[in-house]
């Protein structure tokens, strides 16, 4: 399994923003997507493409169109925050919907809403998360997204625990990991160390 870290000054000065607790939610939620859109962009970069003709004001030109539309797929609540940066820069693409609340004393997902295409084979898939903490979550959306006939996911996420990317490697996923650190580790209450806290509440508010 692939795990692509986007090394840039500019995803790094985004993720200090989200890190700072003392970072508001208005700031925070604008940071996400700037940083957003530049982890989609790299995970953007080997989808499939097919050449055609353009005529250019002098003369035909050879030119590039995605060769098929991709589908992404938010985790709710927090995966919501990235949705808006995916379709700027895929706005044909289709959305599906994933609702998972991670139980705070298991760390087991739980999930409560299911929206998606009932057929991926032939469709790139973007799944979209802040964070991989155990990996319980990405593991459950990736099986559901593979019983469908999903295959080369991509899943994107602003920060992996090491334990995250050993729960999905041992999973022996078909899926390639974009994200902008990979961090230390995850403590007692299975949150990211250092991390950044809770990405939905940071967002949205403790409900
Ligand atoms: C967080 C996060 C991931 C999950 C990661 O969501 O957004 O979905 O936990 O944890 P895991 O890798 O251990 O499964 P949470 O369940 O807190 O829900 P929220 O997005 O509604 O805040």
């Not at 295409?117 to 099986?143: E, F, I, K, R």
């Given at each position: 399994m692939r795990v692509d870290v986007v090394e840039h000054p500019l995803v790094a000065a985004r993720l200090t923003v989200l890190r700072d607790r003392g970072t508001q939610p208005p700031v925070f939620r604008a940071a996400l997507r700037e940083l957003s859109t530049m982890l989609i962009y790299e995970a953007a970069r080997e989808l499939p493409a097919v050449q055609h003709t353009v005529a250019t004001p002098l003369t035909p030109a050879v030119g590039s169109r995605l060769a098929?539309?991709?589908?992404?797929?938010?985790?709710?609540?927090?995966?919501?925050?990235?949705?808006?940066?995916a379709l700027g820069l895929l706005p044909e693409a289709r959305t599906g919907f994933v609702g998972l609340a991670r139980d705070e004393r298991t760390f087991q997902p739980h999930a409560y809403l299911e929206s998606l295409p009932a057929n991926l084979a032939d469709y790139p898939v973007l799944l979209l998360d802040p964070m991989l903490a155990t990996g319980g979550s990405a593991a459950h959306c990736l099986n559901l997204l593979a019983e469908r006939g999903a295959k080369g996911m991509v899943l994107v996420c602003v920060l992996a625990a090491p334990e995250g990317v050993a729960a999905l490697?041992?999973?022996?996923?078909?899926?390639?990991?974009?994200?902008?650190?990979?961090?230390?580790?995850?403590?007692?209450?299975?949150?990211?160390?250092?991390?950044?806290?809770?990405?939905?509440?940071?967002?949205?508010?403790?409900v």
């Amino acid at each position: 399994m692939r795990v692509d870290v986007v090394e840039h000054p500019l995803v790094a000065a985004r993720l200090t923003v989200l890190r700072d607790r003392g970072t508001q939610p208005p700031v925070f939620r604008a940071a996400l997507r700037e940083l957003s859109t530049m982890l989609i962009y790299e995970a953007a970069r080997e989808l499939p493409a097919v050449q055609h003709t353009v005529a250019t004001p002098l003369t035909p030109a050879v030119g590039s169109r995605l060769a098929t539309v991709p589908i992404v797929v938010p985790v709710l609540r927090a995966g919501l925050g990235m949705l808006e940066a995916a379709l700027g820069l895929l706005p044909e693409a289709r959305t599906g919907f994933v609702g998972l609340a991670r139980d705070e004393r298991t760390f087991q997902p739980h999930a409560y809403l299911e929206s998606l295409p009932a057929n991926l084979a032939d469709y790139p898939v973007l799944l979209l998360d802040p964070m991989l903490a155990t990996g319980g979550s990405a593991a459950h959306c990736l099986n559901l997204l593979a019983e469908r006939g999903a295959k080369g996911m991509v899943l994107v996420c602003v920060l992996a625990a090491p334990e995250g990317v050993a729960a999905l490697d041992a999973g022996d996923f078909d899926v390639r990991i974009v994200t902008a650190c990979v961090d230390e580790r995850l403590d007692d209450d299975a949150f990211i160390v250092p991390g950044l806290g809770d990405a939905g509440d940071r967002q949205f508010g403790a409900v």
